[in-house]
């Protein structure tokens, strides 16, 4: 396997750890470095949405989060949990624990300071950074990095299955741009990270799949 | 949907701009190496597969359950087969309890009101901020109105709400209010007012059953539900008396769609052919019982003919249910029940109902009504300071504000207007009157009361008239909801502290005794999904916090603050829970052992315990130590002693109905409907019209009507049935919710607390569900 | 010794019609939520009489395991199988979704698992069974409706009641042969 296009899967992995933040609940430290950071990815945005996503008050923000992903009176609009949309509209089902197990596979684990279940949306475009990182830092050795390609793909997948529907729902609900312009941007990025991650990582189903069998 | 797929190029394009430079702060990382620190996931190691012993919250009944958990993971909850109140059982709901924890919707961290009250717009707080925003507020309100009654404290029955109280009584405000007189408060006052205890039915081994307005095989209540059907002994005879031909009706030998209000009428009745045909017990009368000559004098005019032409039913048929009664005496049961009032003289009908009993000694014995056994527990002797600045209760210095709520049409001849007397002095004093309560407050009478507290109720759902309950709210300066979940309480609240599941939590010993004596607790199943807490921890943070704000204390002595500090928070909530709980069964070897092993303990194996107060010395907690049969608290009051027939109001108009409420076993009043197990079951309420008269109205099965009370109308489809008197309409309560969001869920079928008049019960002070009429229109 | 004849009485009389059998089986079976993806099910029998004259009974019911099974005989892939003890199965590998057994069942107990990607139906709960655990609908039901036990075995209550009290069974005329027994 070729080496990894280095400096493109270091913007990979950024690009991830930051639609990371951006799907977390802004508090002050949150919201200050989205607000320092986000310009750096004004390229992601225009390509694969409209641009970049106005950033509002943090007042504004942090009511728009709770209203759209947190708590909402009789449900919540657009949760953010693989589970919910994968497993039957219940927290903590078959695929939380698949993906519990592939961040144990990779050598990973959510801190436990950090009061989220592991199939946040946030964690998992965390994780996926995270196994771009290990990537980066093995040089792309398939051999090394076997658990973290295969992880990567499964993440990958599994957000491929509910991000339209996602994405769809905070259109519907959005009271301000900030959301739907980065979920818009997240789903078109999520549908095209089949085609990166072979272009960028030189990882695919096929390889993955061989080093399944082998293992 | 295809998303727009990109080339390498294009993708290269955008990286090789700043994306790929950019260095975050390590401290946002949240995924880190499993070497950093020990892997810490869960309570269970993986892949281990555990069957723990707990008791069930989804409704009042705290039946046993053993959670088979797979790897932290709830899977199923199973009843516990050796749990003696709940037999081994486990309804609907207790199944789907297993879904709570994994709700989405749950609340997942404490939530501060940003924007206006009711808008929905929140921010997340800590705990930390949390506990000292309500500490703070606390303190401001005490030093603006300078009484600490200024702030209301609302709660409803269950494991943790000592703990709320605890809260409360650091706090010294006077004005709480539980659900009680939205509950079974008229009940428990008219069965004590006789008995002066609320006794429990042996339906095990009654003989002959006699249940009026319960619907024991919907309205789940255990074990009674389960011993009514399950032990039904050969010949046992069961008479349902109620408007609607519910579950429970079709497991009845004869049901009677009684006349509503009426079921007064047809028990004096059963008095009046048991005591003219010499029918009861002389002995137990003689021994135990007080006032039975004016029983008999009141009784005189109560014959059989007077009863049919009030609860149409045929006057031979009532008088073979008195000797049947009396036959199968004393195993035979007037069925207590266990609901809200319906009427305005529910303490009277109740109060009739145990004198039936009493006089043919259908009392503490088996097959009999007996009164509930305990298991004492090692209290924790802990005393709140006294404040000075605590003002006695709002409602119970607001004589004479609630005739507002009782209409002249529905108040009784014999009780006057309005609550005649001190409006809650007949239950506990805590629990107040909600009706009462609430009218003082919106009238600032005889003060201000500002802050409002909610732990686990939700009065916006639960309380009729929601209008009122809101204008309410506007007064409030500081609303603080305590809940597991977004209740339309919790919506208008300014800050929302989520509770823990009952899956998740320690509870405390409480004693749950029927005829049966049985303490339980719970003991956590999983760990927290959240960030949520227990009222347990709830109140030691927020005392926590307010034992640092000096004003919040300088109306005690100092040295009393000193022994607050010590007792309170060192002594009890500073420490780890489970020495609570050790503390409370600490008298019982092994006790605390068994409640890991099995949720429950029972000293002497669960054994029924008969007949402790059937000894003529023993003293009945009533004025004269007797079984009253003439109430000498009530002649005292000023109120009728004896439970003279009051009539009820007449329907207000040609084309009005009256209103009843009830049950589905599949729900628990508001606060199920969302979970997905039981929508499946149920995914709106339809109002049951009676077949002649939908016909009447032009209404056909499954067609949008609207119902029209005085404070409310609502859209809902038609039920049409045989099933129900042509007087009267039915819908469950639980749907028709308002919410911004259209759901499957939400804004389905019409609302219960919105169509319902605030009418009090003029002794209790409960809230009466069946004093509603409405008009029913085809859309 | 002959193998244990699986079998489960019924006592409708009893039923509240409370539900708690339907959920009980939902959880312990990973049957998803819907209103077409159930394997046991509580009718309420049609109202009978005028008001105030009435009668009505709730009839629980599931997978008959038929001894003469329709489902098994159509199965192409011999998936639908029964056990020496008279459990009607599928095995879900073997399972094609031709539904030919849904289409033959005369009591409507499949459907279409999108966990399994197969047709599923009750199972007598066998995994609970053989560690010795009754079926899920049988122990959480409040009455006691159902009686799950070894018909061979004589001193089994389920074997006691058919014994002792008149029974039926579900659409005789089909000549299935159930296995589940209802109480008159």
New interface residues.
Partial sequence: MKNPNLQAALALKNIFFCLGLIFRYPDETVYTEIRQKLEAFDGFFSEYGEGLPPLPRVSDLQGEYVSLFVNNKGFVPALPYASFHMDQGQLMGRTYFRIRHILEESGFRLDASAPELEDHLSILLESCAALVRIIIEKNGDSSKCQNANAGLLELRSCMEHWVDDFAEKVTLHASMDFYRISSEALKNFIHDLDNIFNQVLGVNQKNSHITEVNR | MIGNKMTRRKFLGISAASAAGVAFAPALTRVVRASEKTNDYSILPKGKREFIASNCDMCVNKCGIICEVVEGKLHKINPNPKNIKSRGMLCAKGNAGAALPYSPDRLKTPLLRTGKRGEGKWKEISWDEAFKLVAKNLADLKEKYQNRSCVAFASTEGFQEEFYYYLVNSFGSMNTVRHTTLCLSSNIQGWSSVFGVFPDADLQHAEYVIMLGSDRAQALITPDSVDFQRFKPKGQKLIVLDPRFTETAAKADRWYPVKPRTDQAFVLALINVIISENLYDHAFVETYTYGFEELKNLVVEYTPEWAQAKCEIPADEIRQIAREFAYHAPRSVIYPGRRSAFYPNEVYIRQTFAILAAICGCWDTIGAVVPKSSVKLNMHNVIFPFFMLSQPRVDKQAVGLVKDVVPDSVACPMVGTGLPVDSCAFLSEKDGSWGSFREAVLQDNPYPVRGFFCFKQNPVQSVPNVQKTLTMFEKMEFICVIEQQMSDTAWYADLVLPHSTYLESWDPVHNLGGIEPIVEFRQPVIKPLFDTKTMFEIAGGIIHEMVKIPSLWDDIEPADFEAFKKDILEGVLDKPIVEYIQHQVLEYPGAFEELLKEGFYTPDGGKARYGSTRNPDFRFKTKTGKIELFNERYKEFGLFPLPKYCEPSALPGPDQYRFLVGRTAWNTHTSTQNNPYLWEIQKENTIWINTAEAKKLGISQGDEVRVKSKVSEQTIKAYVTEKIRPDCVFYVNGWGRQSPWMSQIYKRGASESEILEDVLDTISGSMCMHETFVTITKI | MADKQYAIVLDT??C?????C???C???NFV????DTYRIWVTEMP?Q????R?????QPSQCQHCENAPCEKVCPTKATFRTREGVVLVDYKKCILCKACMAACPYDARFVSDLHEAVEKCTFCMHRVSEGREP?CV??????VRVFGDMNDPASDAARLLSSRQHYQLKPEKNTRPRLFYLA
Wanted: glycine share 6%; charged share 30%; aromatic share 8%.
């Fill in positions: 009389k009893k509240l019609n409370c539900k708690a339907t959920v009980a939902k959880f312990e998803p939520v819907g209103d109202l009489g005028k008001f105030p009435l009668h009505q009974e709730y899920a122990e959480t039901c409040p009455t006691k």
